[in-house]
């Protein structure tokens, strides 16, 4: 089943862009895209003396008493931390595949154990097109809103929504949302 869009750790993804497009906070995107993110991190990381490696796999999280220390690279070769060790893996795969069990205690292996991911999902078809859409529309500051946002304009639509998928129904009055990142950076697409 769907879960409910205000139980804890669902909804946040809608609920955060109406916000945002009834209040005016509007969405954020880096210059130059979100790769440009992952490359001034790059670009951080190895001003600090660190290396980015790519290409390899992660078998295990090395520890000494209760301290992550480095890794070990599925081909044998091992790599020491000298202040931290962080992971983008989602923690089950983490602490019961990656951490020695006897470094962990057994509330927290529990924890881990009962982890669940929310049923709630984003379904994303991403276009490349010649030209942004044009809207027909009474105002047209929907050809130049970054995100817009069609059939869904209340949180109760919203409960509704998932209310439908929860029982298997179509949506009665399908809603969607567009992002059109080029036209607040124009670099992203020629």
Do not use: W
């Not at 969405?27 to 001034?40: H, R």
């Amino acid at each position: 089943t769907v879960n409910e869009p205000h139980a804890k750790g669902t909804g946040l993804v809608p609920v955060s862009n109406l916000v945002n497009q009834h209040r005016g906070g509007g969405n954020s995107l880096s210059v130059g895209g979100s790769q440009s993110m992952t490359k001034s991190m790059v670009a951080c990381l190895e001003a600090n003396g660190g290396e980015l490696q790519t290409n390899c796999h992660v078998s295990q999280i090395l520890t000494e008493g209760d301290r992550a220390t480095g890794v070990r690279l599925s081909d044998g070769t091992e790599i020491k931390a000298k202040r931290a060790v962080a992971s983008n893996s989602e923690p089950q795969q983490v602490f019961q595949k990656m951490v020695d069990k006897k470094h962990l205690s057994e509330g927290f292996q529990e924890q881990i154990r009962n982890f669940r991911f929310v049923n709630f999902t984003i379904f994303g078809i991403h276009l490349a097109l010649e030209e942004n859409p044009i809207y027909r529309c009474e105002d047209d500051a929907p050809n130049q809103a970054f995100n817009t946002q069609i059939g869904i304009d209340t949180q109760d639509e919203i409960r509704k929504h998932f209310y439908e998928i929860s029982i298997g129904e179509p949506l009665s009055e399908p809603g969607y949302m567009n992002h059109h990142p080029t036209r607040t950076e124009p670099a992203l697409a020629p």
